[in-house]
Every structure is written in C-alpha cells, then in structure tokens.
C-alpha cells in the first residue's frame, strides 16, 4: 500500500439546525463556468503542510489554504503565513501540546469555523509575519453534499469551499496517484470512514471531479467519490462590505439571517 504522508483529524460531523445554509443566498442568475481554478492565471501559491504531517490538524490546514486565496484578493499578495502558524492556531484551539498527544485528537469543523469569525487567526508575528494582524471571517455556512451544482456554484462565487470526508481505507492506495474515485467497490477497505475524518479545501472543478489540496498536494476527487464520503461541506464569506458590490451574494439577506441567529449560533 502506498505510503501515506499526512494525517487526519476532522472530528464527528456536528449539525446544528441554526447554522447559516449558505447555498441558499448565492445569487441564481451568476453563470457558473464548467471549469474552474482559482489559481489559474495567478503567481503560484505555495503548497504547505501546515503542519499536517505530523498533527492531526486538516482542519486548520483547509483554513490556511483558503486564506492564503482570500488575501490574494484582498491584499494581492501572499500572505506570509508558515506551517507554524497554523500549528500554533491548532494548539491554542485543542490545547495540544506534541504531536499525538492526547489532545492531538483533531478538530470539529463547526467549532472551528465558529471561531475562525468570532475570534479569527491571531497572526502575532511569530512565523515570518512583518504586520501583525488578525484574519477573521465574516460567516460561514453549510452546503449539500450531494448536490454538485450548488458545490460548483460556492467554490466559484465564493472562492473555494470545504469537504469533510468520511475516508475509506482505499483512499490510501490513491492518494499518492493524484485521484480518489469510486466506482461501486465493496468490502471493509471501502467504508466510509474506516480510514478517518479529513477536512480539504478544494479551489478547482471540472464537470467529473473537484480538486482538493491535502498534505501539500493537488488531489482530483471524482463526483462519485463525494457522493460516497462526503459528510459535509461548507464555506465561508470573507468580508461583508467586500460583496456589497459584487453582486454574487445576497449580502443584505445574509445579514438579516446572521442578525437573527447570531446570539444563539455564536454560544
């Protein structure tokens, strides 16, 4: 069996009834494109870690790689974030202190978004960081699993979204081969989750398959795959007043619902 690199880390899927379904408030009319990278066309944009490796921080590494993506935009630059950054993140949220150790145990992906907008990344200037600052997000929200339309419609309007994968065994054998597909195999190895729960960040999609970035590397993930393994989804907004003009969000409609919701959803 092919080696593998990386760990996992996304804890139990957790619904909570108040959370935002974001699906719901992308504008109809945007014309989706049947291909799409957000990196296309773009300098490069380094794949790290993030610790990952070694921590059971997946977690933080989709976090980290999305962030990187929504600074280009903001900023138009990289951002100078390392692996210990993250890793620093991941310890102050799990109180982990060496790798696997008995809080090296992962991260639920709702309490992780939840406090990546209330309290954000505390970039203290720790890791390469010449302007301390703190990158926080403005919501975040759930998506279908299962509908590819909407999946394809977050990631392009909203710059790439989050899978939560409830991963087989199987995965292991192609991971290293760049594809994690699935064509109606049985068997123990093909269980969902007989692997492990792994949270990626994925910033690309063709009509068959949606690209993931996982352990600094790019991995194709076919429509049936997700079918199969994905137990969530989500994505976020990074800044209210940045998509007041872009017309791709109902910016006022989401701020009613955050209003309405946010002293229950934010306990």
Aim: a negative charge; aromatic letters at 8%.
């Amino acid at each position: 069996m092919t080696d593998i690199v990386g760990k996992l880390g996304k804890g139990k899927y957790v619904h909570d009834e108040r959370t935002v379904m974001l699906a719901r408030l992308l504008l109809p009319e945007i014309p989706v494109p049947a291909t799409w990278d957000f990196d296309k066309g773009r300098k490069a944009i380094p794949l790290r870690m993030w610790g990952n490796d070694a921590w059971g921080d997946c977690v933080i590494a989709g976090e980290a790689n999305q962030l990187l993506r929504l600074e280009r935009i903001e900023q138009r630059r990289t951002v100078p974030m390392g692996d210990q950054d993250a890793i620093n993140r991941y310890k102050e949220l799990t109180g982990a202190q060496q790798p696997e150790d008995e809080n090296d145990t992962g991260l639920v992906v709702l309490e992780a978004m939840r406090n990546w907008r209330n309290t954000g990344w505390q970039m203290d200037g720790r890791v390469n960081v010449r302007n301390p600052r703190n990158y926080s997000i403005a919501a975040y929200g759930e998506l279908e699993p299962n509908d590819h339309s909407q999946l394809r419609a977050a990631s392009y309007l909203l710059h790439g979204i989050h899978f939560g994968f409830a991963l087989p065994i199987a995965a292991q054998g192609m991971t290293n081969n760049g594809v994690w597909d699935y064509n109606g195999e049985t068997g123990s190895q093909w269980e969902p989750g007989s692997w492990g729960g792994h949270l990626v960040y994925s910033k690309a999609f063709d009509p068959e398959s949606m690209e993931i970035l996982t352990w600094a590397m790019k991995v194709k993930v076919t429509n049936n795959f997700i079918d199969k393994y994905c137990d969530e989804a989500w994505a976020v907004v990074d800044s209210l007043d940045s998509w007041r003009t872009k017309q791709t969000i109902d910016v006022q409609k989401l701020i009613q619902t955050l209003t309405g919701i946010s002293h229950k959803v934010d306990e």
